[in-house]
C-alpha cells in the first residue's frame, strides 16, 4: 500500500510527538538562545519530512529525509547538554533520547526502502 498523505507516515507523527514534548518541556525555560534552538530543530524534523513527501521524486524525498534526521541528532544533542547545564531531569533526558534514536531509525528505514526502488 502506497502512502498518499504526509501525515500517514509513522517518522512525521513520532516528530510531531517530540516536539510537542520539547516544547512542553522547555516552556518555562529562560535561555532563551537554547530553547530556539532546540525547538527550531524538533519543529525541522516532521517538516523536512512533510516537505520531502510532496517533492514528487525519490531522490528528493531522500534528501529532505537525511535532513530530518540531522535535526534529530540536533536535538539528540542539545539534550545532552541540557541535562549538563540541569535544565533537565534524567528521565526527561532519556524519554527524549530514546524518541530521537527511534525516529531516526524510522526515517533510516524509509531511506533505505526508498533507496531500494
Known amino acids: 500500500m502506497k502512502v498518499k498523505r504526509f501525515e500517514d507516515l ?5 516528530a510531531q510527538d517530540l516536539a510537542v514534548i520539547i516544547y512542553e518541556t522547555y ?3 529562560k535561555d532563551w ?20 513527501f510532496d517533492r514528487g521524486t525519490d531522490p528528493d524525498f531522500i534528501r529532505f529525509l537525511n535532513f530530518a534526521r540531522t535535526s534529530c541528532n540536533e536535538v539528540k544533542s542539545m539534550t545532552y547538554l541540557a541535562f549538563r547545564l540541569k535544565y533537565i531531569s534524567d ?6 533520547i530514546l524518541l530521537c534514536e527511534e525516529i531516526s531509525r524510522i526515517i533510516w528505514g524509509l531511506i ?6
Do not use: H, Y
Open 33 to 52: 538562545g537554547f530553547k530556539d534552538q532546540i525547538q527550531r530543530a524538533s519543529v525541522s524534523i516532521s517538516n523536512n519530512v512533510s516537505e520531502g
Open 91 to 96: 528521565e526527561i533526558k532519556q524519554k527524549v
Open 112 to 117: 533505505n526502502s526508498l533507496g531500494k526502488k
Open 10 to 14: 509513522i517518522a512525521w507523527q513520532k
Open 27 to 29: 516552556a518555562e525555560n
